[in-house]
């Protein structure tokens, strides 16, 4: 790997701080396997790691849904993420398989003891809609949901980000480009109220396509000790309250993809049901939910959050229960985006796969008391969105009706 020399691109010629702590990848399958990217979080050998599951848990969800291709009335098949690539089960399987090497991995962030405090790192990428980047030139957002992957899933633990660094590789540097996706990513560190700290820009000739890149980025946050959010109160009754996504954020875009090759649209055609293009709707970025999240921490009664990203529903709500408890999902408590709508019907994809792919509509979802989810409700009203979409039961896995 050659990287760019400080004569050849001064203004992004970026270090990354030397490190002191440990490094983790991605979360578990249950929540992340797509687009190249490691379906896991496995913490370091090197350095002790924390559990925060609740006694038995392995961290990987025990729910299965097995979604059948059905045809359509001009007899194609129904699509499905593996389909298009992307076995949510194979991650499973090998997350399994690291569990036996370093028991404890399937949480939304790594925790690493520092004083009466956890530091709490994560560490994502934005997949496949980097194609899309390429095809609609929308390079300006791109950045935003390279932060919001990261610090979205450390803020699952209570904790506050303190700083991110991103890595920026291509085949040959196009400064004008670069500048615009390094602005978003500062624009994302501002929205989550987090320090753009440094990172790395790597040419790699004949690696990437022409006039393409990729993208990762590593989050760092701080929560003390005695004010982790970590599911083990939460009791059959508590109730879930979910937070509007603004489309598809950054899962699920090879079988996105796939869905649209079939569809015969083009990314400027409009969306159905929509005042807005294809390329729009699914380049909108990623919600971050780090100040929003926070504040409804501060007033008590959280006592679980799940990140919804790779495994939708059904994979990561689960993650954040103690065994023996599951959740029904009320399905019509909110409205689900035109865009999802227009996925499912172009690519005849059975429910049980778009919840299990897809964030259909709800990025983010907090488990609390019934106290809580009256206050944050009607607390809601003008200030923010937020709606009661279910409840935590007896049982394993999750229920819609």
């Known amino acids: 790997m050659t990287n760019t020399s400080a004569a050849a691109s001064a203004e992004l010629s970026r270090c990354v701080a030397a490190s002191f702590i440990p490094s983790f990848d991605k ?16 913490f370091s050998p090197r350095y002790p790691r924390l559990s925060f599951f609740p006694q038995g ?24 993420y593996k389909d298009a690539g992307v076995d949510i089960d194979a991650g499973t399987e090998l997350v399994r398989r690291i569990a036996k090497m370093a028991p404890g991995i399937g949480g939304f962030g790594g925790l690493y003891p520092l004083g009466d405090s956890y530091l709490v790192a994560g560490t994502d990428g934005v997949g496949t809609k980097l194609k899309l980047a390429f095809e609609t030139g929308i390079h300006e957002t791109i950045g935003i949901d390279l932060v919001a992957m990261s610090v979205n899933d450390i803020v699952t633990s209570g904790a506050k980000p303190l700083f991110f660094l991103d890595y920026f590789a291509t085949s040959h540097l196009d400064v004008d480009l670069a500048e615009k996706v390094i602005k978003g990513i500062v624009d994302g560190c501002q929205q989550s109220d987090c320090t753009l700290l440094g990172g790395e820009t790597a040419e790699m000739p004949d690696f990437y396509a022409k006039g393409e890149y990729d993208l990762s980025g590593f989050a760092v946050g701080i929560v003390k000790k005695d004010s982790v959010i970590d599911g083990k109160n939460i009791v059959a009754g508590d109730v879930l309250i979910g ?42 970025p990623t919600v971050i939910y780090v100040k929003q999240v926070l504040d409804l921490i501060s007033k008590g009664g959280v006592k679980g959050i799940a990140h919804v990203t790779g495994g939708g529903f059904t994979d990561n709500i689960p993650r954040v229960f103690p065994k023996g408890l599951g959740a029904v999902i009320y399905k019509d408590s909110w ?19 778009m919840r299990r792919t897809f964030n259909m ?22 200030a923010y969105t937020a709606y009661s979409i ?3 039961v007896t049982g394993e896995g999750v229920s819609y009706n």
């Not at 979360?27 to 496995?42: T, V």
């Not at 848990?57 to 499905?80: E, F, N, P, Q, Y």
């Not at 409205?335 to 709508?341: D, G, L, M, R, S």
């Open 361 to 382: 509509g709800i990025g983010m979802v907090l488990v609390v008391s019934q106290e809580a989810s009256l206050r944050i409700l009607e607390d809601g009203n003008g």
């Open 57 to 80: 848990r392995s961290g990987v969800s025990s729910c299965r849904v097995i979604s059948m291709s059905k045809k359509d009335s001009d007899g194609a098949a129904g699509l499905t």
């Open 335 to 353: 409205e689900v985006p035109a865009v999802f709508k227009w996925i499912q019907q172009a690519g005849n994809i059975e429910d049980a796969e």
């Open 243 to 284: 937070l509007p996504s603004s489309g598809v954020h950054s899962n699920g875009f090879s079988l996105v993809r796939r869905v649209l090759a079939r569809s015969g649209l083009s990314l400027k055609d409009q969306l159905p049901g929509a005042a807005v293009t294809l390329g729009e709707a699914l380049m909108a």
């Open 390 to 392: 279910g409840e935590v």
């Open 27 to 42: 979360p578990a399958a249950a929540s992340q396997s797509p687009f190249g990217i490691s379906p896991l979080r496995r």
